[in-house]
Every structure is written in structure tokens, then in C-alpha cells.
């Protein structure tokens, strides 16, 4: 017994040295690596899944998910295969919060059916691996499109297994899009595309892209609210824009900082906006902002 | 060791080609249906989509009403964009762009003018307008959502809608 006693006195008195040996290294490392890595890590991207209830967020080289409501944030893992800081795209499904989706240049499209332990490559039938863009339908979940540079707009209606080329997407070329459930459509539903000159709308029949409402302005991120579809924010180069009307007409919402780069809409209507590193939530249709992870 | 490689390049491209060889050929369209609605699209279509199907001038942006015009019907419009369920549907029961600032409808429904077996006609006409790649679009789109089965009768039921009266 005493025997033992000392014994655990020893490790103990070993890890005290141990620690007063490399503590100042230690400390010292960690300043090294905050300085260089002094610009706190982007978020690049975000999108909601599970009918609304989860919130993703694609943050420098790293997914992070949580539920919408409140929680804390997990990491999703990523593909292996992937250079992690290529992605520029995720989507969630509407019906599931495991099946994701992501995209970037060089990396086409992939795709997880268990929240991101394992990852497909779904590029069959594309004609390149450059994808700037994916959304998933709103309803559908074996629904997806991606938006390839220089070729346009494709859509899968078995989950990324099969593609086939609908158009060749707006006339500026787009930067994010989203699927819209909002009724009026021939088909079954919408898509709004933040564009270079504005926000770009078009039935998912694909017969014809108009512009929405006359922004005239660079658009960052477009999302609509899936509780009100007709309820569409725009995140431009000249500040934030909300529509009630499906992007007809749109006024000037309280901007949470000054560029907003991403924009996700929760089921419960919750707006998320991120700019730079900071992420912001609006529970009142952006008029007032507070920090999500400060 | 180099030609090997080459000769298993050159299976794998013998593959590629076959394979797509072997995409299913496209269904020839009937030439009897085709020209019944031929003649139906001159009467009852052209004075507004155009005697070639050519679409009303300016038809890609909202009119002074705030009404999209009627788009044309050949490869430069999106009328093949959309299944044969679809194209039944829009001729049956008109259409409006829902941001269409009129309540109208702009493209008026043709149920109580046409026969479902006249619409399909007129929808045939129109598939001989599209290219070839457009045509296997929309035959694609309409494998899932074809169409409806009044369509497939040829004879007219004692008791189905009067047929289209020409130069209504």
C-alpha cells in the first residue's frame, strides 16, 4: 500500500516537472502559432438542413454543424481525397440533417449520407470537376443541382449519381445558389442565384432566368425563409436586402456587419449571416442582430 | 509495357464510344398527329406565338402591362423544357408568370377548344420545331411525367368536348 503511495507520488512529482520543464515552450508555442494564423478563419459558407433544424457551416478548411435552435458545434469530417480548403459549396437536404453535400474548383461535387464519416465523389456525367456551386431541392431529397463554371447548370435526381445539363444558368455567371419551394411554379419550385449583377430567379423547369426586383449590384448570398418562402434575403455589395415577395421588390434590412458574405434561413425563420469571421443571428427578419459564437 | 497501356487505352475509349452509341434512340414522332396539329397551331396558336412559332417581338422581358409575351416555340425558346404532362397542362389550362403584374391568364386554357387527342396533336407540331438535343431533353423529362392516358384515343367518346372549330 505504501508502496503504491509512493509510487503515484513519483508520476506525480515527474508530470510537475515535466511541466515546469516545457511549460515556457509550451506557452511560447502557442503564441508563435496565434501569430501566425492572426486572421481568425473565415466562414466561407452556410446552409441549413433537416428542415431547417440544422445549421452548417463550411469555416476556413473546416465543417462545423449544430442544431439551428441551440447547441454547440460538432466538426463534420471531410473527405480525405479532398483538399479541404478547395470547398466553397455545402448544401443539407430537406428531410435529413445526415445527408450533405459539397463542392468547390477542382473538386466537383460529393456527397454523405451519414453526416460526413463517409463521402462519395458524384461526378458522373459532369463534364468538368469545376463546381462553384450546390443546392439541394427543397422537398426533394434525391434532388440536387451544381452549377459548373463555364458549362452551366446540371441536376441529379438520384443523388448525384446521374447529372444532366438544364441550362446554362443566368446570364452573369452565378456565385451561390439556392432551390426554393415557393408555390407559383410550373414545375416544383424556384431557384435564386446571387450573380454579379444581381439576384437571378428562374422556375426549376429552367425556362428562363429574369432578374429579380433590379438590385443592380453584386450579390455575396441569397437564402429564402423556408417558413414563408416568399420571404427571400439578398446579400449585396451595397448592404442587405430583404423581399416579401419572392425578390420582386426588395428594401434595405439592417446589415449585423458591414459585408455580409453568407446567408442561411432557419425553419423557425432565424436569420444567420456571416461576415468575415463573425457569425450573426436575427430572430426578427433582420432588424436586430446579436453574435452567434462569440 | 507501353503498348499495352495503349491497347487498354484504346479498349477503354472503344467502351466510351459504345456506350454512348447505345443511348436509346429517340422515338420518331407521328406524322399524321404532326400535321393535325399543324394546322391546329395555325389557327388557334399562331396569332400569338407566330406563324413560325417565332414568338411575339420582345418576348423575354415584361411588356408595358407588366405581362410576359408569348415565347416562341422553336430552339430559341423553353417549350421544350418541359414534359409532355406538363405541355398538356399549360395548353389545357392556361398559364400566367405568377409575377405577371395582370391577373389574366396570358395563355388562355384550351379545354373547352380542344380534345385532349387535338392538344396532344399540336404538342407533336411543336416537338418538330427543336433540335435533336433538345428534343431527347424533353423526351427524357417525360419518361416520369407523360402524356395522360385521354391522349392515347384517337376516337372522339359520344359525351368528350366539341372539337376545335377552325379560325375560332
Given at each position: 500500500m505504501r508502496a503504491v503511495r509512493h509510487l503515484r507520488s513519483v508520476v506525480f512529482d515527474k508530470r510537475i516537472?515535466?511541466?515546469?520543464?516545457l511549460g515556457p515552450f509550451a506557452v511560447f508555442g502557442a503564441v508563435m502559432v496565434n501569430t501566425k494564423d492572426r486572421a481568425p478563419p473565415q466562414i466561407l459558407a452556410l446552409a441549413v438542413g433537416g428542415d431547417g433544424t440544422t445549421l452548417l457551416e463550411m469555416r476556413a478548411d473546416k465543417l462545423y454543424r449544430r442544431a439551428a435552435a441551440d447547441g454547440a458545434w460538432a466538426q463534420v469530417p471531410l473527405p480525405r481525397a479532398v483538399a479541404p480548403s478547395r470547398i466553397t459549396a455545402i448544401a443539407a437536404v430537406a428531410k435529413s440533417s445526415d445527408v450533405l453535400y459539397l463542392a468547390g474548383q477542382g473538386l466537383g461535387v460529393w456527397r454523405s449520407d451519414n453526416g460526413g464519416r463517409d463521402w462519395?465523389?458524384?461526378n458522373d456525367g459532369l463534364p468538368s470537376r469545376e463546381a462553384i456551386a450546390v443546392t439541394a431541392h427543397a422537398d426533394r431529397p434525391e434532388t440536387v443541382y451544381a452549377y459548373l463554371a463555364g458549362n452551366g447548370i446540371f441536376r441529379s435526381e438520384d443523388a448525384g449519381k446521374h447529372w444532366k445539363q438544364m441550362d446554362g444558368g443566368p446570364r452573369a455567371a452565378l456565385t451561390q445558389f439556392v432551390h426554393s419551394n415557393m408555390p407559383g411554379s410550373m414545375q416544383s419550385g424556384w431557384l435564386f442565384a446571387a450573380?454579379?449583377?444581381g439576384v437571378?430567379?428562374?422556375m426549376d423547369c429552367f425556362c428562363g432566368w429574369y432578374d429579380a426586383g433590379g438590385l443592380n449590384a453584386k450579390v455575396h448570398a441569397v437564402a429564402y425563409a423556408p417558413n414563408q418562402p416568399q420571404r427571400v434575403y439578398a446579400a449585396t455589395e451595397k448592404g442587405l436586402f430583404?423581399?416579401?415577395n419572392?425578390?420582386?421588390?426588395?428594401?434595405r434590412a439592417q446589415a449585423p456587419a458591414g459585408s455580409v458574405t453568407a446567408l442561411a434561413v432557419a425553419r423557425s425563420g432565424t436569420v444567420y449571416a456571416a461576415s468575415g469571421s463573425k457569425l450573426f443571428r436575427s430572430t426578427d427578419g433582420g432588424q436586430t442582430w446579436e453574435r452567434v459564437d462569440a | 509495357m507501353r503498348s499495352a497501356l495503349l491497347a487498354s487505352a484504346m479498349v477503354f475509349a472503344g467502351v466510351a464510344v459504345t456506350a454512348h452509341a447505345a443511348k436509346e434512340a429517340l422515338p420518331p414522332l407521328d406524322p399524321a398527329l404532326a400535321a393535325q396539329g399543324r394546322s391546329i397551331y395555325a389557327h388557334q396558336c399562331a396569332s400569338c406565338h407566330g406563324p413560325q412559332g417565332e414568338g411575339a417581338p420582345h418576348w423575354q422581358a415584361r411588356n408595358a402591362q407588366g405581362e410576359l409575351p408569348a415565347p416562341p416555340h422553336g430552339p430559341q425558346g423553353h417549350t421544350w423544357k418541359h414534359s409532355?404532362?406538363?405541355l398538356y397542362r399549360i395548353v389545357r389550362e392556361g398559364w400566367r408568370d405568377?409575377?405577371?403584374k395582370t391577373k389574366r391568364l396570358t395563355m388562355p386554357a384550351f379545354r373547352d377548344v380542344l380534345s385532349p387527342r387535338e392538344t396532344r396533336a399540336v404538342i407533336t407540331f411543336l416537338k418538330t420545331l427543336w433540335k435533336p438535343e433538345q428534343r431527347r431533353f424533353q423526351w427524357e423529362e417525360s419518361r416520369k411525367e407523360p402524356f395522360p392516358p385521354q391522349t392515347n384515343r384517337t376516337t372522339r367518346p359520344a359525351d368528350d368536348r366539341p372539337p376545335h372549330e377552325h379560325g375560332r
Open positions: 516537472a515535466l511541466l515546469l520543464l462519395e465523389a458524384r450573380t454579379r449583377t437571378a430567379r428562374s430583404v423581399s416579401v419572392g425578390g420582386e421588390e426588395w428594401r | 409532355d404532362a406538363m405568377p409575377f405577371n
